[in-house]
């Protein structure tokens, strides 16, 4: 952290007018944990659970990741972690488990490997239930979801793991646990015209934006050929994020975001505007993003909102936030 950022650690993330936006780390790495604790996270936003399945030999057992997660609910002391479930294929590739298929971006990928593995899923559930025994300010994001049956499906296993772990730990004496908020990753566009029904479903989205835009523009996010058309200054993009916004708000959804926009501090300028719950990020983002919080009043954001949403290329609305950004120093 430079000298300047240091400063913003311990300040709160509030506008020139009151407005609090918290500011919530993605994570996975153990050696991560303590960078994230020290830039000032509200806590983690996305705690990428494939990140310690990536590295080991054969899938870790309940035992074992009860140890993994009870380590970052530990290390977040307090603070709210929200556990995706297994997110693999696509481009997360675990060795003892391999997937081979010409499309992986639009194959067998996050929520739909562990339906179809109910047994991984399982268990996984069962070692965030007993890891966080006790302990109230958890959270479960389901990636991938493309449809309503998914997020049925998920929940009812999600009920199975929750009501097995709470009569073990009862049969033991030790307090029950509830069932934590249930969301989820709003990554694929179809989840965004399905979001009436999904609300009544589950608790909070949060917008995966680095898979959204590959899906709604049709480019692959790891394509270096077409990555000068991977933006989340697309007008398209924002007009979507502005629909999620207010179908949310109809819906009294809260909505969060956990990919790498949440990180850029002119793409914050629009996310403040429009008055996401959390913004989740990499750590080392965080203390310039409050930085932008810090110097912008939540009217202006949304100023700025309502006149990106007229602007008809990337280029435009990337010129117009830099210059919002350079009048702030
Ligand atoms: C996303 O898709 O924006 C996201 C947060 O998840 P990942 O980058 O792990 O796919
Ligand atoms: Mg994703």
Redesign the pocket.
Known sequence: LTRELEKYVNEPAITTDGFMMPLLV?TGLMADFEKSVHVGADGVG?Y?TEIPFLLREQFPGEDEQVKIYRSALQAFHGKSVTFRTL?IG?DKQLPYFPIHEDNPFLGWRGIRVTLDHPDIFLIQARAIFKASANIDCFKIAL?MISSVEEVDESIRLLEQAFYEVNSELSESSKPINKMPPIGI?L?VPSAIYLLPHIAKRVDFIS??????TQYLLAVDRNNTRVSSLFSNYHPAILAALNDIRRIANECQLEVNI???MAGDPMAAILLLGLEFNGLSMNARSLPKIKKVIRSFALSEAKDAVSHALTLEKARDIHHYLFELLEQKG
């Open positions: 993605n996305l990428r997110d696509g990636p990753i990554e917008v995966g934006s680095n898979d959204l956990c990919g790498e």
